[in-house]
């Protein structure tokens, strides 16, 4: 399969909080917690919670030090 270039790019918008705990090693609790606070962003769609793919990356990115 023969993959263009703009689509190595794309990134997903949301991503359930399970796969925002693999990605991010942080724990359930501690996801949980961010949402609370305000930190993570997150989206309902009926019973489903989605995290913000784009909060995660803030989140990260402004925890990491500075190169």
């Given at each position: ?40 962003e ?11 793919f ?11 030090p500075?190169?």
């Open positions: 399969m023969i993959e263009r270039a703009w689509e190595q790019k794309l990134e997903p918008l949301t991503v359930r909080v399970s796969t925002a705990v693999r990605i991010t090693g942080l724990s359930r609790s501690r996801i949980y917690e961010l949402i609370q606070s305000g930190d993570i997150t989206v309902k769609v009926g019973r489903a919670t989605l995290v913000q784009r909060s995660l990356k803030a989140l990260v990115s402004a925890s990491s500075p190169d």
